[in-house]
């Protein structure tokens, strides 16, 4: 059964930093695309960082370009997001998702096959 978990989530200041884990069972890590996502309230589901299988590609919306970081350790089966700089505005709920072999559509989550339950980040201001 694959198993998507996130964790590190939590509360922070504004201009705080907050680093997010994922790890992933049941699959094959090295032939998983992996991304972040959030749900914030009254918005629509979007993307803030996608990585491919062996890291040759990222991509982030600006909203968070500069802000987050994502990465992946292979060898761990793990995905990070590293958020600096968190605003208000970045409440919500932060999950991680994947897919074999290159993921889905970064931009609004659709088309990725297993997803983790989500974890809350709160930034106050």
């Known amino acids: 059964q694959v198993q998507v978990a996130e964790s590190g989530g939590g509360l922070v200041e504004a201009g705080g930093s907050l680093s997010l884990s994922c790890t992933v069972s049941?699959?094959?890590?090295?032939?998983?695309?992996m991304g972040w996502f959030r749900q914030i309230p009254e918005k629509e589901r979007e993307g803030v960082g996608c990585i491919t299988w062996n890291s040759g590609n990222t991509w982030y919306p600006d909203s968070v370009k500069a802000r987050f970081t994502i990465s992946r350790d292979n060898a761990k089966n793990t995905v990070s997001l590293q958020m600096n700089n968190l605003k208000p505005e970045d409440t919500g709920i932060y999950y991680c998702a994947g897919d074999v072999r290159y993921g889905g559509n970064c931009r609004d989550g659709a088309g990725w096959g297993y997803w983790g339950q989500g974890t809350q980040v709160t930034v106050s201001s």
């Open positions: 049941g699959l094959n890590f090295n032939d998983v695309a």
